[in-house]
């Protein structure tokens, strides 16, 4: 493997040159929290972060975004369809996490016959520098949901950070490209090449075995009437932050807003997690209470997705952990169905 | 000193085996430090789950409203307040209650403990008596307690539960300070630039997730003004102004209800000031009412009580 | 679909709305396309769904009630019910609305060719079925079907949709039409009984039958059993399910069923299918 390197004082540098190419997306600091947000400047930039409170999947699926407009002025409605995202974008050091939830993204938006044209103009305009993680948090499992500390799953560069420089690997030949403009520092010697290779196997030994989901999909499957349901949601406030902040959380509404003369239609953020998700016109819910959405949460990411996509809808982030008001911890759920069943041979 | 968590733990194990009630709402042990949660504990066998501690930070009184049966709840200063406003709302029957009040030292504030340690991550937290152990990779240090209490504890005057049925704990000293409210005062001595300035700052970081509306005891309506579309009172982007909006009319909504718990500004992820309306309405009502939300089942509702005699003139 | 932005609806024009009943409300609107090519474009089969746009309110899916036989006119008869719907049922001739579509799963024409079929639905589902029927009886279609039976319920007499069409129907000797209504009026002279029990008393038979099901949850639930009584085997009964559906295109995660969605993987499903799915509808 070819790695080239940069020395870490040469990183304002190297964005600077992203940023006289590009818009460039970083981690930066907001009122005492990391998220992701629009690069003004190198020094903006937070590279020794644990992770963004948020998930950068709004960069591709922003919260609302205007599918098309209208004017109702003139006899007949005026429909003009959105302008298409046209600007490229590198999202620079987005965790392995966050770069592989695009790939899972992308299988819904581009995956079952129907494109979804906001989405992947945004997506193919998207370069992604990830950053490894040699010090995975505690709330992360991201080993365990097919993911890494140190996956390019979803990203195009991934740098890693070894102390004093940067090992910048190229992925895919859009990240070539870009990678072009810092090779001037030459490649990365055994050392390096070694500290990275440690610095992965320490990281992959942090967070191993810290979720069970062995098997998830068939257990899900046998316990649709199991009395698990009953008290696993009592907890839970049904809100909306663990939807909000996964980046595979992909469920939107689509709603009209504007006034009586012009107005725009929007696909907006939704949740599972909201009693009115399925509420039919009628008054008739076939979700009614909190157990039939959280069943639905878990049986979509654990269950479902297996069923359509071969794998599981998580990528072990942990925000979702760290996050919730009430501390109902998905990773005690996973284990729960899945350890307690091993053991007990059902 | 008495052993708060042992004794809720026995409390509960007796009334569920009495058959007092059928449930005891309590805490549980959280799976990550600083962190308890909501648990619901219909054994008596299953008692030795709860806890209390200074990471107790939800307001269980917001699943009253939802519970049927009889039902034992731990209540600090703050949710036992809540529980008189679910009496007084029509909420709850009192004989089906049982409240087990627990005088509160008051609750954590977990961002504020993150900021001072610049954003490391905790791997261990202890409770001593004033002191808070932290420990992390590399450091470990010993926090004072008192300085980083969530803001509504710093400003609370009710830590000992005003309605109970078994008190459990020691009475603690009430909080003390000329002014309860210099927070607010502070606040609107700003220019309104610089207020307005702050909203929109505030409301820009919101993204509509409604953790604060679901953790607040108040916020029970089956159909939120926020879902009805038949009229669509504000839009559902999480545009500055429909997310102001939003703030406003719940701050309004628990005008005169509203205990100031803080649960709501705890169950932010983003850290938005949530409190910031509201503790305006709590002052605005103290000053022009005279009256604190739930601190007697007997005092009339200010803003939903009316006699046909009350003065109209203000009617143009 | 005519863009290759699924977002973006057609224009189409409302020349005639027909009342279906009073109460609850129930109209028909009779839309033509306003660009010609999007009308030549917009191929559609008897059980697909489209979402229609009032805009400034919002879209909402609607079975497609006219058949594909009908050229040069799409019918939705729509139910006022909530936000979208009360704008809808306020609208006049001549407005315009936007249709997104044809979306869904057809019924499936394959396998129901060359069979017999037993039309069961009440109510309001009968939206559908009605285009499958038409469908079925336009002259160039008629031989390469069996015996159609069909058993239509509603509430009341006035609460039958397409009315004049059902005494047209009536006339016909390629088709069987059992109507009936749970509570009679003044004037009702046909059968009262709920449409499991028509099913029932009508006795069709399986053999190289199909049955489609199209109508409110209790029915459903109700007739299967019946079906069951007289042997109709799980794959050869087909159900149009309704759920609450914003895209349309499997995309939103609102409608479903399993690891499938009502508006992409159906929303016709047959029993066998919805059999292996969880029970959460």
């Given at each position: ?21 590009h ?28 992770n963004?409170?948020?998930?950068p999947?709004?960069?591709?699926f ?6 098309l ?30 770069a ?78 870009l990678?072009?403009a ?10 390096s ?19 069970e ?22 907890k ?35 949740s599972c ?15 009614p ?49 899945c ?8 | ?44 066998a ?18 009253l ?21 679910h ?14 009040g ?11 403990i993150?900021?001072?340690?610049g ?24 926090l ?17 539960p ?11 000293a ?31 970081r ?64 983003l ?17 022009l009412?005279?009256y604190?939300a739930?601190?007697s ?11 046909l ?6 009617i143009? | ?30 839309l ?61 001739r ?5 249709v ?15 069979r ?31 015996e ?32 009936t ?61 309704e ?5 349309g ?13 009502v508006?992409?993987d ?14 959460e509808?």
């Amino acid at each position: 493997m070819t790695a080239l390197r940069v020395p870490k004082e040469q990183t304002a540098r190297l964005l600077a040159a992203l940023l006289e190419q590009h818009q460039v997306v970083a981690p930066v600091e907001e009122d005492s929290q990391v998220t992701f947000g629009r690069l003004g400047s190198p020094e903006e930039a937070v590279l020794d972060y644990r992770n963004a409170q948020v998930s950068p999947k709004g960069l591709l699926f922003p919260q609302a975004e205007t599918l098309l407009t209208y004017s109702l002025a003139g006899e007949s409605p005026e429909v003009q369809e959105a302008p298409q995202a046209q600007d490229g974008q590198v999202v620079f050091g987005i965790r392995p996490c966050d770069a592989r939830s695009f790939v899972l993204l992308d299988r819904v938006f581009d995956g079952n016959g129907w494109h979804d044209r906001c989405y992947l103009s945004r997506r193919r305009n998207t370069t992604v520098v990830a950053l490894a993680c040699p010090k995975p948090g505690v709330a992360c499992f991201c080993a365990s949901v097919g993911g890494g500390p140190f996956s390019t799953e979803g990203s195009d560069v991934l740098l890693t950070d070894l102390g004093q420089e940067y090992l910048i690997e190229v992925v895919t030949d859009k990240g070539a490209a870009l990678a072009e403009a810092w090779s001037e520092y030459g490649e990365a010697d055994e050392g390096s090449l070694r500290r990275r290779a440690e610095l992965q196997a320490g990281a992959e030994a942090a967070l191993a075995g810290r979720v069970e989901i062995e098997g998830i999909d068939r257990w899900l499957k046998g316990m649709w009437d199991d009395v698990f349901w009953e008290r696993l949601h009592e907890k839970c406030l049904g809100c909306g932050v663990c939807t909000y902040l996964c980046p595979t959380c992909h469920c939107f509404d689509i709603v009209d807003e504007g006034s009586d003369r012009e107005g725009q239609r929007l696909r907006l953020w939704d949740s599972c997690m909201f009693p009115l998700f399925t509420r039919q016109a009628s008054g008739h819910n076939p979700r009614p209470t909190g157990k039939e959405r959280w069943r639905q949460r878990l049986m979509h990411k654990f269950c479902y997705s297996v069923d359509s996509y071969g794998e599981v809808g998580c990528v072990g982030c942990g925000r979702c952990v760290v996050n919730c008001p009430v501390n109902l911890d998905l990773r005690h759920v996973l284990n729960e169905i899945c350890s307690d069943r091993t053991q007990q041979g059902t | 000193m008495t052993d708060v968590s042992q004794a809720i733990r026995d409390t509960a194990r007796s009334l569920l085996a009495d058959g007092v009630v059928d449930i005891v709402i309590g805490f549980e042990a959280g799976t990550l430090p600083l962190r308890s949660s909501p648990c619901f504990v219909r054994d008596a066998a299953d008692t030795d789950r709860l806890v209390w501690n200074m990471s107790c930070e939800n307001n269980l009184a917001r699943y009253l409203p939802w519970i049927e049966g009889k039902v034992g709840i731990v209540a600090k200063g703050c949710d036992a307040r809540s529980i008189v406003g679910h009496l007084k709302e029509g909420r709850l029957e009192r004989e089906r209650v049982h409240v087990i009040g627990v005088p509160c030292q008051g609750i954590l504030d977990r961002r504020s403990i993150e900021h001072r340690l610049g954003g490391k991550e905790i791997l261990e937290a202890q409770e001593r008596e004033t002191e808070l152990l932290v420990r992390g990779e590399g450091f470990e240090v010993a926090l004072s307690k008192e300085e980083h209490l969530h803001a509504s504890c710093r400003a609370c005057r009710s830590r000992n539960p005003v309605i109970y049925d078994t008190l459990v704990g020691d009475p603690v000293a009430e909080g003390e300070g000329a002014d309860e409210y210099v927070d607010v005062r502070e606040f609107e001595a700003k220019p309104p630039a610089d207020r307005w300035a702050y909203f929109l700052a505030e409301s820009s970081r919101c993204i509509r997730c409604y953790a604060c509306r679901n953790a607040c005891p108040l916020c029970y309506c089956r159909i939120c003004f926020t879902d009805v579309t038949q009229p669509q009172w504000l839009g559902r982007t999480a545009n500055p102004a429909d997310t102001l909006l939003f703030h406003i009319v719940r701050a309004l909504h628990v005008a005169g209800r509203c205990v100031d718990c803080g649960a709501c500004d705890r169950a932010c992820p983003l850290g938005v000031d949530v409190r910031k309306l509201t503790r305006k309405m709590e002052k605005d009502v103290e000053e022009l009412f005279h009256y604190k939300a739930g601190m007697s089942p007997d005092e009339p509702l200010p803003l939903a009580t009316y006699s046909l005699d009350d003065p109209g003139d203000f009617i143009q | 679909m005519s863009t290759d932005n699924p977002y973006l609806p057609l224009l189409a024009r409302i020349d005639r709305i027909s009342v279906e009943t009073e109460h609850p409300s129930i109209k028909t609107f009779d839309l033509t396309f306003l660009r010609k090519e999007d009308e030549e474009r917009f191929h559609y089969l008897p059980g697909q769904f489209a979402e229609l746009s009032v805009f400034g309110k919002g879209e909402a899916p609607f079975g497609i009630a006219s058949s594909p036989s009908q050229p040069g006119v799409l019918q939705f008869t729509v139910s006022k019910a909530g936000l979208l719907t009360s704008a809808l049922h306020v609208m006049e001739r001549g407005q315009i609305l936007g249709v997104r579509g044809p979306l869904g799963s057809p019924f499936p024409q394959d396998e129901i060719q060359g069979r017999d079929l037993v039309i069961i639905s009440g109510g309001f589902g009968f939206t559908t079925p009605r285009s499958l029927i038409n469908h079925i009886l336009h002259r160039d279609n008629r031989q390469r079907f069996g015996e159609l039976t069909v058993v239509y319920g509603a509430r009341t007499p006035g609460m039958l949709l397409y009315k004049s069409e059902l005494s047209q129907w009536r006339q016909r000797d390629d088709l069987r039409l059992h109507l009936t209504v749970d509570t009679a009026e003044d004037g009702w002279e046909g059968r009262v009984g709920f449409v499991p029990d028509v099913v029932r008393e009508v006795s069709p038979s399986p053999q190289n039958a199909y049955a489609l099901v199209c109508g409110p949850p209790a029915m459903i639930r109700f007739t299967l059993p019946v079906l069951e009584e007289l042997a109709f085997p799980p794959e050869r009964i087909l159900l149009s399910l309704e759920m609450k559906m914003k895209c349309g295109i499997g995309m939103c995660g609102r409608c479903n069923i399993g690891n499938k969605y009502v508006c992409r993987d159906g929303p016709t499903f047959s029993l066998a299918e919805l059999n292996q799915l969880p029970p959460e509808h």
